[in-house]
Each structure stands twice: as structure tokens, then as C-alpha cells.
């Protein structure tokens, strides 16, 4: 009797964190194909089977075990009040994956001033029952709406009298001519997993080496790694140039003989890219040379 193949369900976020998402596993070592064209997308490797769901439903997907894993925003997983297990925090900062604020905002001339003031208020929001939540915590009545977009424009109108909107920077915000009260809430992507799953060891073992991963190629964001020859009388020289995750990794070079008798190593580090520049000259300076800096895809 034939063995049946085990497989993890694993949901991929449909929307703003859609590009991203197919960059990091391509960096993490999985090539996701035709996630443009179809719920159902191709991946490289027959234990995962992807289907593409919006961020905003996907933890009420992976509560209900219709997914095993799925990767959506923190603030998602807070509007569904969803109980899932949270696996890993996934913070990618040239992309996409950069945490967002939940911000109250209201108009520049509004005599609002803190969230108290907004007693008997009406507030518009895409995250209803977050927002609902927050205010009946601190027993402030409000009235809450959902809004279908243009939030924004609801309170420059005077359509209503506050709005729970998400932002970066604010300056979307500014620009509406609004003014922001407090922070009520920051998000960022997580990799959720549903909890039977994760009793599962098979299921679990998944999930986990993806979340390694995962976790591997955001470690190595805005980083290189740099190798040089160095000869021992300017090894300590350089080796106090290079920043290091521990430190530099030093190997001898073979054989020693035929280079003229001087005693040569091999030095290798990860550093932050934007420092590259400025450290060249100078470990060149120092003695450094046949210099070598290149991409890395994941450090774990």
C-alpha cells in the first residue's frame, strides 16, 4: 500500500505584502510561481501546498485549520481576535514587510486632544472590532463604523469626527490636513500557525524550518560578507577595522612556503552593507588585499 504524502497548508498573503512574500521565500529557498494568476500557487517543494488568502481573513483561515501556517499582519490577527500560535515576527525593511502604525487621527481644527475627548464620538475604520475593543477597555463610549476606504477624506469632510487608520510615516496623513492623537496600535507581519497543527511534530517540524528560514534571509538584509588575504604582520591591524556578528573568521593560508616565506590568512565577516564603502580604503591601507565582497541570501 502506497504511503500518503504528507503536506502543510500554508497561506500566502494576497495584497500589499504579496511581492514581498514571494522575494523572501525566493531567498529563503523557495521559488513561488503564478501567485499573480491563481489561489492556488506553484511552489518547489511537495510537502507545502500554498493557497493565497487576504491578509485581513487569514487568521480566521488558520484558527479554523482550513490552513496550517499563513503569514498576515499583527493587526489582523488582533481585529479577528483570532487564537493562533504566533511562530515568528517577520520585520523586512526594504520591502513591504516594515511595521505599520494604527493611528487615531483627526482634523487639524478638531478640539480633540486625547482619546478621551472623543466621548459620544463617531470614529470610521477598516478594524471595527479592534478599535471597538480599545475604547470599551477604557470605557469610552464611541461609535464605531466600518469604513470601505477614503478613510482619510471621511474626516477631512467632517463625515465623522475621528479615524483609526494605518500608517508609516503619517505623512498620508498630514496631507488630509488631519492631525494624530495617539498610537493605538504598531503591526508588523508574523508567521501564524494553527495550534492542532502545531502539536502535529511533522506539521510542527514544517513549520519551523520555514520560520528558520524565513527568519535567515531577513537576518541577512542589508548585510554582505567581505574576505581579504591579510599577512600576519597587519592581522591585528585589520582585525580591529571589521565589525563582525562574533568575529572574523581566520584561516591560514596553504602552503606558507610559497609565499616567499611571509605567513598569510584568510579574513572573512558579515557586515552592514553601508559601511562597506567607507572600510574598503581602509583595511586597504592597512595591508588588506585581494579584497572580495558579496550578497548573501540568508545568516542564521
Request: charged content about 30%; some cysteine.
Amino acid at each position: 500500500m502506497k504511503k500518503e504524502a504528507k503536506e502543510l497548508k500554508l497561506g500566502l498573503p494576497k495584497g500589499s505584502l504579496q511581492s514581498a512574500t514571494i522575494e523572501l521565500f525566493k531567498r529563503s529557498g523557495w521559488k513561488i510561481s503564478g501567485m499573480e494568476r491563481s489561489y492556488f500557487p506553484s511552489i518547489d517543494d511537495k510537502q507545502l501546498r500554498c493557497s493565497v488568502v487576504r491578509a485581513q481573513e487569514m487568521s480566521r483561515y488558520v484558527e479554523s485549520g482550513s490552513l496550517d501556517a499563513g503569514i498576515t499582519g499583527k493587526d489582523w490577527i488582533e481585529e479577528n481576535a483570532s487564537d493562533v500560535r504566533l511562530v515568528a515576527e517577520l520585520v523586512y525593511a526594504k520591502t513591504s514587510f516594515r511595521p505599520v502604525r494604527w493611528i487615531l487621527a483627526v482634523p487639524q481644527d478638531s478640539a480633540v486632544k486625547k482619546i478621551e475627548d472623543l466621548k459620544g464620538k463617531r470614529i470610521a475604520t477598516e478594524i471595527v472590532n479592534f478599535t471597538q475593543r480599545y475604547f470599551s477597555r477604557r470605557k469610552i463610549p464611541v461609535e464605531v463604523e466600518f469604513s470601505w476606504g477614503a478613510t482619510e477624506a471621511k474626516a477631512a469632510e467632517g463625515l465623522v469626527d475621528a479615524i483609526v487608520e494605518v500608517t508609516e510615516t503619517g505623512s498620508t496623513i498630514r496631507a488630509h490636513g488631519l492631525r494624530i492623537v495617539a498610537e493605538l496600535m504598531e503591526s508588523s507581519p508574523q508567521l501564524i500557525a494553527n495550534k492542532k497543527a502545531w502539536q502535529d511534530p511533522w506539521k510542527r517540524e514544517k513549520i519551523e524550518q520555514i520560520s528558520l528560514l524565513l527568519q535567515g534571509a531577513l537576518s541577512a538584509e542589508n548585510k554582505v560578507g567581505i574576505k581579504m588575504n591579510v599577512a600576519e604582520k597587519d592581522l591585528d591591524k585589520v582585525i580591529k577595522l571589521i565589525p563582525s556578528i562574533t568575529a572574523p573568521t581566520i584561516a591560514t593560508l596553504y602552503p606558507a612556503a610559497a609565499l616567499k616565506g611571509v605567513k598569510w590568512f584568510s579574513v572573512e565577516s558579515v557586515i552592514a552593507e553601508d559601511v562597506v564603502r567607507d572600510l574598503i580604503p581602509r583595511l586597504i591601507q592597512n595591508g588588506a588585499v585581494g579584497i572580495i565582497e558579496y550578497p548573501l541570501n540568508k545568516v542564521i
